[in-house]
């Protein structure tokens, strides 16, 4: 962690490229804190949203809105170099080649100040959350699904639930993304009124995964596991390796991602002494398993099955080449495939991300958190970026438009605001308002 050691380690192994790794941080920062007149727009009524959005590429540098290939190859053409500066890039799920360059540099400028890990684990989000919401009245209910968006009079006033129940209000917010919302929550009526047919054609879902869970015998010290992710690539050349694996699932895995939760979590060894866990992520193009689409979590076929197995060896093979100690110690493994998070998620294409964030997409005005239909709102990750930290944002932008005129006290106490994440998007300021 830290800006200095990050530039004097990366001159280290690449002493030629001094010049190119100092512009590149000072360009890190300088795209990083543009999201704040980037995003602004996000807290503004529609239409003066697409005015604001007209000006701004006057107010940010035009690297935003650049891939991240350009803007490396405008400082190096040192492709060994560019493929270790990009080498995080699943965290937003697109090699460097389609990834816009903003949603990499607020990636690379949040570990630039080391990750976090939530104490107790990832459940302990849920478990702060849950009293808030229902001190303030408010109820979570969980395997409760949202049939259809109930719409009169041209405006939104509750649910319908997958059950039959009934739930109305005057004001109706989805943070299940534009494509559930927009192409399956939505009437049908309503989705032709605004065109969202066609919206959702200039966007794409975003890349999906292999998960693989992991338990061993062993507490992370008595293992040696480390508190840093790895980032493990066959060569340099990102979309070289992601299009030759697309085309063949045998090919070496564009990237495998590997996590140590039990040995980040400070409370671990009090709640399972003598056991410890392990992730390992890479990419899966949905298609290959298209074929078993529709059918039910655990119950998919031995030939799924099959296919599972045979990725996850390989993961594992991936996981004892870094870590050789792990050999004896792994007592359990489950792999998740994109089908896995369609039947969790609901997401149709078992996508992670939302929304891709290629160029294109940051050039919607209609992926607002004020929709057409009045009484909706959009919220999550799709109204700003990707990963907690972008879903965050995305509320607080949501939260801004809902309040109108009394989003002055919410900057107020807010303003300094910057969530962080130890994966997924970048801390960030909040946009002032315009």
């Not at 209910?141 to 639930?161: H, P, Q, S, W």
């Not at 030759?244 to 979590?265: G, I, T």
């Amino acid at each position: 962690a830290g800006k200095q050691n990050f530039i004097d380690e990366l001159t280290r192994h690449f002493p030629d490229e001094a010049e190119a790794i100092r512009r590149y941080v000072e360009l890190v920062y300088k795209v990083s804190v543009a999201a704040r007149p980037f995003f602004a727009g996000q807290a503004l009524p529609p239409a003066l949203a697409k005015l604001y959005n007209k000006g701004r590429r006057w107010l940010v540098p035009k690297q935003c809105l650049l891939t991240t290939r350009e803007v490396l190859e405008s400082l190096t053409q040192n492709q060994e170099l560019i493929g270790v500066l990009t080498g995080q890039w699943g965290d937003y799920g697109m090699p460097p080649a389609e990834a816009t360059f903003m949603m990499h540099a607020s990636v690379v400028k949040h570990y630039l100040g080391g990750g976090n890990y939530p104490v107790g684990g990832s459940w302990r989000i849920a478990d702060t959350i849950t009293p808030v919401i229902r001190a303030g009245g408010g109820e979570v209910f969980t395997y409760a699904r949202v049939k259809r968006i109930l719409v009169e009079n041209d405006r939104a006033c509750g649910v319908l639930m997958d059950n039959g129940d009934t739930l109305r209000a005057d004001q109706v917010i989805s943070s299940v993304g534009a494509r559930l919302t927009y192409g399956e929550l939505l009437p049908e009526e309503q989705r032709l009124k605004h065109g969202y047919a066609d919206k959702l054609k200039t966007v794409k879902p975003s890349g999906s995964t292999l998960c693989l869970f992991i338990g061993c015998k062993g507490s992370a010290a008595d293992l040696k596991l480390p508190k840093t992710n790895l980032w493990i690539y066959p060569t340099p050349h990102h979309e070289r390796n992601v299009e030759a694996f697309r085309s063949n699932p045998d090919a070496p895995f564009p990237l495998l991602y590997v996590s140590f939760p039990s040995a980040k979590d400070p409370e671990w060894d009090n709640h399972y002494p003598g056991k410890s866990t392990v992730q390992v992520i890479t990419m899966a193009p949905y298609e290959w398993f298209e074929r078993w689409r529709g059918t039910t979590w655990n119950q998919r076929g031995a030939d799924y099955e099959a296919f599972k197995a045979r990725l996850a060896k390989r993961m594992l093979a991936g996981l004892y080449e870094q870590m050789p100690q792990l050999w004896d110690a792994v007592d359990f493994y489950e792999l998740a495939t994109p089908l896995s998070t369609e039947w969790f998620h609901l997401y149709d294409r078992g996508e992670i991300y939302g929304l891709d964030h290629d160029p294109q997409r940051f050039r919607q005005d209609w992926l607002h958190p004020v929709t057409p239909v009045k009484g909706l709102y959009l919220t999550g990750q799709d109204v700003v970026t990707a990963g907690v930290g972008g879903a965050l944002m995305g509320g607080v932008l949501t939260t801004a438009a809902l309040l109108g005129s009394a989003q002055s006290k919410l900057w107020k106490l807010l303003k300094t605001w910057q969530p962080s994440e130890s994966k997924g998007v970048a801390s960030r300021p909040l946009p002032d308002p315009v």
